[in-house]
């Protein structure tokens, strides 16, 4: 299992940018499928990004492409999201997961062991 807590969420203007940070902990995180999720108030949590366990290859679903950046560092070990350009739509509570199996492509939640309690992002108009 990997313990995740999620931080760098806030409140902020349309355009601006924001990196969200996800600590981890557990033996397993080197190994584990990386990803962020977020949730919109009355809307079904969506996959936003996938990294590989070395960080060789990412996935973004389509409407974040361009915009946010993953990352890692296994060494810290840590999982970043870097959000560019921001719009009213990514306001949404933002959560880390890690998953033992899969890929980068995994944008199920069910293939997501270890969550996070997330870190909410608002962004305004």
């Known amino acids: 299992q990997v313990q995740l807590v999620e931080s760098g969420g806030g409140l902020v203007q349309a355009g601006a940018s924001l990196r969200l940070s996800c600590a981890a902990s557990?033996?397993?995180?080197?190994?584990?499928?990386m990803g962020w999720f977020r949730q919109a108030p009355g809307k079904e949590r969506e996959f936003v990004a996938g990294?590989?366990?070395?960080?060789?290859?990412?996935n973004y679903a389509d409407s974040v492409k361009g915009r946010f950046t993953i990352s890692r560092d296994n060494a810290k070990p840590m999982v970043y999201l870097q959000m560019n350009n921001l719009e009213p739509e990514d306001t949404a509570v933002y959560y880390c997961?890690?998953?033992?199996?899969?890929?980068?492509?995994?944008?199920?939640?069910?293939?997501?062991?270890?969550w996070g309690l997330g870190t909410q992002v608002t962004v305004s108009s």
């Open positions: 997961a890690a998953s033992n199996a899969g890929s980068s492509r995994s944008t199920k939640i069910y293939q997501y062991g270890s």
């Open positions: 557990g033996r397993t995180f080197s190994n584990s499928i």
């Open positions: 990294i590989s366990w070395s960080g060789d290859t990412t």
